[in-house]
């Protein structure tokens, strides 16, 4: 396209034409009486007086800011009018345009979609470029493209408005969209538009396109019926969205989210932006200020929000909590220098892609009774350092950071590796900081014998459902291919599986007919997560534990070398064993472990060799005191250790004897003679050895503590 030369200055004549010498150049606000000064040069540095009086050629330096609309008033020396003009605005230079020029009118009342698409449309064909809109409000709903920047004339100044149910701004969705700017603006929704009544949508439906490199600054959006500024892809081959960068982008009392990243989003930075007052619902406040949102296997990734500030309600009633940013299966999200307030929670991870959150140098304050600030549903990998917690005098705080409830544990449910650092909490009445154990209860499990033509199973059938007749009654916990067994927890234990059920693994290889109606077999937990309360199944006063598993499901969650484990009792009336070598728990003693006391634990660590978890250094008891040596010595009858710290107080004869438990790599036992008189023999269990040979003893002298670590199944040194 091609644009007129603009005359370099701006001249005037009278009614005879000759120069309007002394001429007086009135400027004002487009419609009203309002002064708006104009400048005497291209930088728009230096305003001109008003009136600017014009040469004895008629002529003077006018220059106007791009995109503002003017009326000019003309009058002469002895301030007789020449002429009024309204709606005045600079010349188009190169690719960019003035909207006006198309038409489009900044009334308020008038819909101007079409004429604004056209100034869009122009911009689009001749390759790229921007389209100026004017002060004012402006309805309508338009559709971007390639290489263009839309840009008002500021936050406020330039209002649009939709026009009909639909965003303001979207990108088309049957093609790719890339190098687009939208900034210096407010979108002022309309909160009875809830059907598609957004701010700003970037979305592509159709595979293989995309929408990309995009830039949003100095926007308000504001009381849109649907979302303020929503993202979204599905595949990574296409639709996606990404390198979308926000900059002072603040998005308020929106009914949905304020900002909705959904799917395939990646590559975010959002810089100094605010969510706010977002997701209420018909009074209900339902939806999330801020949600990210997996499609599927699809997940929204890799994106840093630097000095933004995440609130839901500025009245958080009970009516109207709700969560500020809801993280539900993003990855590798980081938020730095961050500022969350009045919701509750503050910020809540659920799914079970959610993965690698970071959250450094944020501030998490109240001035209303909060239950949760950070609540953790489902998330592998959180680091949370030097941040503060604060509650206002007298604000009551449950907890700062936790793991929220699922109620009985599903397929995916899990929290794990967090790690907190330099955090501190502040002011109010705050509970607890942190609080990352969860409930569990143990279930029944059934033992079946299976015939017919048998298909071995393998060992990424653990945790899988079983299927009865193709229905799905539970998950295998332990199979045993040579005896054909499977050990499996039931939905339903008291309905036995029926002789000749055909019983297959969902998406496994076992399979086989039931051989016998099943059996009760002991018990097992789900370890979904590092820390967990365990109670009986049905509040019974004693309950076995034989298995702790874990199940695959939509997931290809297993337990890994190293990966410990914690149990504390849930009800200091309730007792609950712990099942030596029963099923898959080994202990360090050799003996069934006790939790009957609210301050015992268990922690174990799973060994890939065994398939098993092993006990970690007599965990469940950390010390024993008290302990006498049995008189007279010897290794049959020595007093078993039982614990990771054991203080021998008694040793009646020199060589009365104490003996440890039975070799297990990576145990650790450690031993005290507290004996002011007599050393006592530390035997090892039979068949082990201490250094000194298999079965033979050492000698712990009075007052002499040693640790023994075991390497292997048979040696400690």
């Known amino acids: ?179 687009f700017g939208l900034k210096d ?60 960068t926000c900059k002072n982008v603040n998005v308020v009392d929106c009914v949905q989210e304020g900002l909705l990243m959904e799917g395939v989003v990646l590559e975010a930075l959002f810089m100094g932006c605010g969510v706010r007052r977002n997701g209420g619902a018909a009074g209900t406040y339902a939806n999330a200020a801020t949600k990210l949102e997996a499609v599927s296997l699809n997940t929204p990734r890799r994106a840093v929000f630097l000095k933004c500030i995440f609130n839901h309600s500025l009245a958080m009633a009970a009516a109207n909590k709700g969560t500020a940013f809801d993280y539900v299966g993003a990855k590798q999200f980081s938020f730095i220098g961050c500022d969350f307030e009045a919701a509750d929670p503050m910020i809540k991870t659920s799914n079970a892609f959610s993965t690698h959150l970071t959250i450094d140098t944020c501030n998490f304050g109240t001035t209303y009774a909060t239950d949760t600030m950070i609540e953790l549903n489902d998330i592998d990998g959180l680091e949370v350092r030097n941040s503060r917690f604060a ?81 799905d009654i539970g998950h295998l916990v332990d199979y045993d291919n040579t ?45 979904y997560k590092d820390t967990l309360y365990v109670d009986s199944e049905a509040a019974a006063a004693t309950d076995d534990l034989d298995y702790i598993y874990y199940r695959t499901g939509d997931t290809t969650e297993i337990f890994t070398p190293g990966q410990k484990i914690t149990l504390t009792p849930a009800n200091g009336t309730h007792t609950i064993v712990i099942k030596h070598n029963t099923g898959n728990i080994y202990t360090a003693s050799g003996n069934d472990i006790v939790l009957d006391e609210l301050y015992k634990t268990f922690t174990a660590e799973w060994s890939d060799n065994t398939s098993r978890w092993i006990e970690v250094n007599g965990s469940y008891n950390a010390a024993v005191d008290a302990i006498t040596a049995f008189a007279g010595g010897g290794q049959t009858d020595a007093t078993q250790l039982t614990a990771g710290f054991n203080r021998v107080t008694v040793v009646a004869t020199a060589a009365d004897s104490v003996k440890l438990p039975a070799a297990v790599a990576g145990l650790e036992v450690i031993i005290f003679n507290a004996d002011s008189t007599d050393a006592c023999d530390v035997f090892p269990a039979s068949g082990d050895n201490l250094g000194a040979g298999v079965d033979t003893a050492a000698s712990l002298a009075a007052g002499a503590k040693i640790t023994y670590h075991c390497f292997n199944t048979t040696i400690w040194a």
Not at 131 to 136: K, W, Y
Not at 202 to 227: F, H, M, P, Q
Not at 230 to 236: A, C, H, I, Q, V
């Open 483 to 527: 005896a054909q067994t499977w050990k499996i927890s039931p939905d339903t234990p008291a309905t036995p599986i029926a002789d000749n059920s055909v019983m297959t693994i969902s998406s496994g290889t076992g399979a086989g007919d039931a051989s016998g109606a099943s059996t009760a077999y002991g018990g097992a937990i789900y370890a």
């Open 185 to 244: 603006f407010s979108i002022v929704g309309d909160n009875t538009f809830t059907t598609d009544g957004g701010g700003i949508v970037l979305k592509c439906t159709t595979a293989g396109t995309w929408v990309d490199s995009g830039y949003l600054e100095n926007i308000r959006i504001e009381d849109c019926g649907e979302r303020g500024l929503y993202m979204f892809g599905s595949s990574t081959a296409g639709p996606f969205t990404q390198n979308i």
């Open 1 to 179: 396209m091609a644009n007129l030369v603009p005359f370099p200055k701006f001249r005037a004549f009278d009614s005879n034409g000759d120069p309007l010498a002394g001429g007086k150049l009135y400027t004002y606000e487009a419609g009203t009486s309002t002064p708006l000064a104009t400048y005497t040069d291209s930088s728009g540095g230096t305003a001109n007086a008003n009136p600017v009086v014009l040469n004895a050629n008629g002529e003077a330096n006018v220059w106007l800011p791009a995109g503002v609309s003017y009326k000019y008033v003309l009058k002469n020396s002895a301030d007789v009018t020449q002429w009024t003009v309204d709606n005045i605005v600079s010349t188009e230079s190169g690719n960019d345009v003035y909207a006006t020029n198309y038409g489009v009118l900044a009334d308020g009342a008038t819909d101007n979609t079409v004429t604004g698409q056209a100034a869009i449309d122009a911009v689009i064909a001749a390759g790229g470029g921007t389209v100026i809109f004017p002060a004012g409000t402006i309805l309508g709903n338009w559709v971007i493209g390639n290489k263009i920047t839309i840009i008002g004339a500021g936050i406020g100044v330039t209002n649009f408005t939709p026009y009909v149910d639909a965003p303001v701004f979207k990108t088309p969705l049957t093609t790719s969209t890339t190098n």
């Open 391 to 471: 509650a206002s005098a007298g604000v009551a705080v449950t907890n700062c950071i936790m793991q929220g409830p699922f109620g009985t544990p599903g397929a995916t449910n899990r929290v794990k590796g967090i790690h907190i650092s330099d955090t501190n909490s502040y002011g109010g009445t705050i509970t607890k900081h942190i609080d990352l154990s969860d409930n569990v209860t143990i279930d029944s499990l059934i033992e079946l014998t299976l015939d017919g033509t048998y298909v071995d199973c393998v060992a990424g059938d653990i945790g899988k459902a079983v299927l009865d007749d193709a229905a």
